[in-house]
């Protein structure tokens, strides 16, 4: 009875200390929303740049297959680099990286310029879901990490959102150009830096966190000091269900983050001035999502589910809402197929918050860093596939009817690859 009681206790004298680390997990939703900003701008900003630049559907394709294999490469680097030296440092440096290849694309002027610029970007951003899932396992207890990761996560959306409605504002509306809304959004971007250089730190060396909220985020047994390097990581079945589950839907994502645009602007003849509501509709859905999906199992765990259930639970549900994206494109009412989008969007979002909080429920804070790397590399390589098979597909075809079929049924294939491989979500011996 004693231990049944034991998660209400802990509860309840939570609500009583201090929440100091909701402001950590707030410098993570803001840098996640600048990563999206500066990652989604060449989606929104497709029909003007392939316009001056003579690109097709390959051409775009390629340029995203560019980002992702620099994203790859740089995923794993970055889950390895910053186990070893920190989220404070860490973040820094891949926040900077990534800055620089934003801004440089505002002065390409070849394919060839725009995928080095992409390049260097995606090195940067890669290490933004290392760092910050980092951070949560070192600010909070496993049962908040869901929520905190899926909160954060929720920038994704927010600068999903923010694109469409400041790229035509400097585009169309101050008239300055696409080129410029690269530089200007680059430079703005800056003062999260100057934020998370002067308020990160571990818990225990932030003055500002008080005894009780500090005995609360340490309230979980404590982790194994050792060091535990990807090369070895690699042998564990554990790792590959992340690293797998990553596989199969983190393509998806680059699907809708790239080509939604492009699939409103052709099926519904909007443009650069008039497909900034639908995406905000699909992206504010999608926030939703993602806060549900954390707050799901992280519900559940309170009320003394298991995490094995619990974040399996709300996957399958998922899996399952994602499905209807397929119906898109057979919708003539524009606000029909956005609500059926937002609805896959949100599904993946939420499926992604339980999926990011995994490595920490199976592995100790040392190697999570590594693990997530591991599984970015994985789901990036993937995405190269799905960008080159959504370039060829569209070229050739010029039909979503191949595409949202792989989108909606892999999701269901994801869940029984990581039950498969981790029946119970053990801990790593």
């Known amino acids: 009875m004693a231990e049944s009681t034991m998660p209400e206790i802990a509860d309840a004298a939570a609500s009583r200390v201090g929440r100091y680390r909701w402001v950590i997990c707030g410098l993570l939703f803001a840098a996640t929303a600048i990563n999206y900003v500066d990652r989604q701008m060449i989606g929104v900003l497709k029909a003007p740049i392939s316009h001056d630049l003579g690109w097709d559907e390959t051409d775009f394709a390629t340029v995203i297959i560019w980002f992702q294999a620099a994203y790859a490469l740089g995923y794993v680097t970055f889950g390895w680099f910053i186990d070893r030296i920190g989220a404070r440092i860490g973040y820094s440096v891949a926040f900077i990286i990534w800055t620089l290849g934003h801004t440089l694309c505002g002065f390409a002027g070849t394919a060839a310029h725009f995928s080095a610029a992409r390049f260097v970007l995606g090195v940067g951003e890669s290490g933004n879901f290392p760092a910050g899932i980092k951070a949560v396992s070192e600010w909070f207890p496993a049962r908040e990490r869901a929520l905190a990761t899926g909160i954060f996560n929720a920038g994704a959306n927010i600068g999903a959102i923010v694109t469409p409605v400041v790229v035509p504002f400097i585009v169309?509306?101050?008239?300055?150009?696409?080129?410029?809304?690269?530089?200007?959004?680059?430079?703005?971007?800056?003062?999260?830096?100057?934020?998370?250089?002067?308020?990160?730190?571990?818990?225990?060396?932030?003055?500002?966190?008080?005894?009780?909220?500090?005995?609360?985020?340490?309230?979980?047994?404590?982790?194994?000091?050792?060091?535990?390097?990807?090369l070895r990581l690699i042998r564990y079945r554990e790792t590959w269900a992340y690293a797998?589950?990553?596989?199969?839907?983190?393509?998806?994502?680059?699907?809708?983050?790239?080509?939604?645009?492009?699939?409103?602007?052709?099926?519904?003849?909007?443009?650069?001035?008039?497909?900034?509501?639908?995406?905000?509709?699909?992206?504010?859905?999608?926030?939703?999502?993602?806060?549900?999906?954390?707050?799901?199992?992280?519900?559940?765990?309170?009320?003394?589910?298991?995490?094995?259930?619990?974040?399996?639970?709300?996957?399958?549900?998922?899996?399952?809402?994602?499905?209807?994206?397929?119906?898109?494109?057979?919708?003539?009412?524009?606000?029909?197929?956005?609500?059926?989008?937002?609805?896959?969007?949100?599904?993946?979002?939420?499926?992604?918050?339980?999926?990011?909080?995994?490595?920490?429920?199976?592995?100790?804070?040392?190697?999570?860093?590594?693990?997530?790397?591991?599984?970015?590399?994985?789901?990036?390589?993937?995405?190269?596939?799905?960008?080159?098979?959504?370039?060829?597909?569209?070229?050739?075809?010029?039909?979503?009817?191949?595409?949202?079929?792989?989108?909606?049924?892999?999701?269901?294939?994801?869940?029984g690859v990581v039950h498969l491989l981790s029946p119970r979500l053990a801990r790593v011996k």
């Open 172 to 230: 169309v509306t101050l008239g300055l150009g696409w080129r410029m809304a690269f530089i200007i959004t680059g430079a703005a971007s800056l003062v999260w830096l100057v934020a998370w250089i002067a308020i990160y730190r571990r818990p225990r060396e932030q003055p500002r966190v008080s005894a009780a909220e500090l005995a609360h985020i340490e309230s979980d047994p404590a982790d194994p000091v050792e060091k535990i390097g990807w």
């Open 244 to 415: 797998l589950g990553k596989f199969l839907i983190d393509p998806i994502w680059w699907l809708f983050l790239f080509w939604t645009p492009d699939f409103l602007a052709k099926t519904y003849h909007l443009d650069l001035k008039s497909f900034g509501p639908p995406l905000i509709v699909i992206y504010l859905i999608s926030d939703l999502g993602s806060v549900a999906g954390g707050w799901s199992s992280s519900t559940m765990m309170k009320r003394g589910v298991s995490a094995n259930v619990a974040r399996k639970l709300t996957m399958l549900a998922c899996a399952f809402l994602v499905m209807p994206i397929f119906f898109a494109q057979y919708v003539d009412n524009l606000w029909l197929a956005v609500g059926i989008v937002g609805l896959a969007t949100a599904a993946h979002q939420a499926f992604s918050a339980n999926l990011y909080t995994i490595p920490s429920d199976m592995f100790p804070r040392g190697a999570v860093g590594s693990v997530v790397g591991i599984g970015g590399t994985v789901g990036a390589v993937g995405g190269m596939g799905m960008a080159w098979f959504t370039g060829y597909i569209l070229q050739t075809t010029g039909s979503y009817t191949l595409i949202f079929a792989v989108a909606g049924s892999v999701y269901l294939v994801a869940v």
